[in-house]
T-cell receptor, first 115, second 116 residues
């Protein structure tokens, strides 16, 4: 079993739709959770960062973490064609020292928002 | 967010040559940088953790003599692919840890290496 499982997609939605992207994990040591957006042939761009259960909202994006179920989600409201990209969940565990930042990534979900 | 610059963005080289990729944190000091490799339609694979002033820590299966990492300053880490072969062709991405020290990572734009 992989430490982090992400719905692979691909996901295709019409403009304006609400998008739900999900990851599950097995290691309860993960303490902080991130979502990255990666456009083709570009480096990942940090979208959301959270370290507690619950919801965190930033504009059209909402990150949801449920530590008891080991489940995280990213919701995109009013999706736009410019949101078309690969979305990666990333999880980190605090083991001290240089383990900060050593992330475990999901496989990525390819999202296409069509006009 | 913080800015991480990576150079070159694309490089083509002949088999047997060495290639150096630079990663710079432009507006913050990064004591720790990470190097990833990404194959098409796959996720990022961590290659090594680079700490300023000390030897890099390599992930299992990554040849440290082939992928030389140097982190000489708080804003610069380099990855040198030595004696490159076609199977080394890939997308290499660096990242730098944010100043909050809580694991938030900022990524460079990536470098696409093609070995002929």
């Amino acid at each position: 079993q992989k430490e982090v499982e992400q719905d692979p997609g691909p996901l295709s939605v019409p403009e304006g739709a609400i998008v739900s992207l999900n990851c599950t994990y097995s290691n309860s040591a993960f303490q902080y959770f991130m979502w990255y957006r990666q456009y083709s042939r570009k480096g990942p761009e940090l979208l959301m960062y959270t370290y507690s259960s619950g919801n965190k909202e930033d504009g059209r994006f909402t990150a949801q973490v449920d530590k008891s179920s080991k489940y995280i989600s990213l919701f995109i409201r009013d999706s736009q064609p410019s949101d078309s990209a690969t979305y990666l969940c990333a999880l980190g565990a605090n083991a001290g020292g240089t383990s900060y930042g050593k992330l475990t990534f999901g496989q990525g979900t390819i999202l296409t928002v069509h006009p | 967010g913080a800015v991480v610059s990576q150079h070159p963005s694309r490089v083509i080289c002949k088999s047997g040559t060495s290639v150096k990729i630079e990663c710079r944190s432009l507006d913050f000091q990064a004591t720790t940088m990470f190097w990833y490799r990404q194959f098409p339609k796959q996720s990022l694979m961590l290659m090594a953790t680079s700490n300023e002033g000390s030897k890099a820590t390599y992930e299992q299966g990554v040849e440290k003599d082939k992928f030389l990492i140097n982190h000489a300053s708080l804003t610069l880490s380099t990855l040198t692919v030595t004696s490159a072969h076609p199977e080394d062709s890939s997308f290499y991405i660096c990242s730098a840890q944010g100043t909050r020290g809580t694991g938030e990572l900022f990524f460079g734009e990536g470098s696409r290496l093609t070995v002929l």
